[in-house]
């Protein structure tokens, strides 16, 4: 099986254009793939058309012309509407095709989709990435997999143009638990760098210098490095999505309530940006958090 999507011989499909998943797609056309997209906005798809890309109206045209399939959208009710129904992916591709959400969604519907998937003789991996905007166009994201292990096999040569650090988690559901570790680490850590950098120019000092001190010792971490510079800028652009981040989390804290596992920096997290989207930032991206903490307000 691990021949089988190496590029000239393969048919991709690439549902969702967002902030990351118009740079991941254009990896896999970089890569020499036949690509076919879907987007409910048409306009996100129109330079990837420009340079080769085949724009399909509906999810279902796309699912039969394609023997691998990538869904990158922004929720649980996204991914649920696209692989189930009689124009669904499920419905509408070939036996043997190969279905990836690198969503960020629920563990649990990860699972029905595999169980539904497998019933069709399809292949099914849930495959949630981390990176934010800048690993989708550096083709640098981390990308963890769940799933059986010969389909991770098999789709890794697609992995490999659009990501890095690719590991191979288990089960179905197996990247989806991951990446919720991911983000819970993420919701508190992101707290802490608000918090440093706010002390830091309270005290009188140059955020800058102080990031060149602290981000290489112990406090170091991807956000301090990289969303820190953007909040002493005042550059709230998404490269993640408040609203995205929301739902992140709330699928973490649920999936924690059902194992008995109590996570309070996760809903002192969850809570702040929640006030954050109530101020009208929904669509910040994750640094915003700042706002909290400055007069950018």
């Known amino acids: 099986m691990e021949d089988v999507l190496a590029p000239k011989a393969s048919v991709i499909g690439f549902i969702g254009l967002g902030v990351m998943g118009g740079s991941m797609a254009k990896h896999i056309l ?17 330079d990837l058309v420009e340079q080769g890309a085949i724009w399909e109206e509906k999810v279902a045209d796309l699912a039969r ?12 009710r996204d991914v649920e509407e696209i ?38 003789k399809l292949h099914v991996l849930d495959a949630p990435v981390s990176g934010g905007d800048k690993g989708a166009r550096d083709g640098s994201l981390s990308i963890m997999v769940g799933g059986k292990e010969d389909t991770f096999k098999a789709v890794l040569p697609l992995f490999q143009v659009m990501g890095k650090n690719i590991v191979y988690q288990g089960r179905a559901g197996s990247g989806q638990h991951t990446k919720m570790a991911n983000q819970i680490a993420i919701a508190s850590n992101m707290i802490g760098v608000c918090e440093a950098i706010s002390y830091a120019l309270k005290a009188g000092l140059d955020p800058e210098k102080v990031l060149a001190s602290i981000s290489q010792g112990a406090a170091g971490s991807w956000s301090l490095s990289n ?52 101020l009208g930032h929904e669509n910040d991206g994750t640094q915003a958090l700042f706002r909290l903490y400055s007069d950018k307000e």
């Open 30 to 46: 970089d890569a020499g793939y036949e690509l076919h997209i879907y987007n409910r906005t048409r306009e996100k798809g129109k």
């Open 227 to 278: 969303l820190a510079p953007r909040m002493i800028a005042g550059n709230f652009d998404p490269g993640f999505y408040i609203k995205h981040f929301i739902k992140d989390m709330k699928i973490a804290l649920e999936a924690a309530d059902g194992m008995g596992l109590d996570t309070p920096g996760l809903e002192m997290a969850l809570s702040m940006y929640k006030k954050l989207a109530s």
């Open 65 to 76: 012309k394609c023997n691998c399939v990538i869904t990158m959208v922004g929720f649980p």
């Open 83 to 120: 692989y189930f129904g009689s124009q669904g992916l499920i419905e509408n591709t070939k036996h043997g095709t190969f279905l990836v959400d690198m969503t960020t969604s629920s563990p649990s519907l990860a699972l029905r989709i595999y169980e539904a998937a497998e019933r069709k």
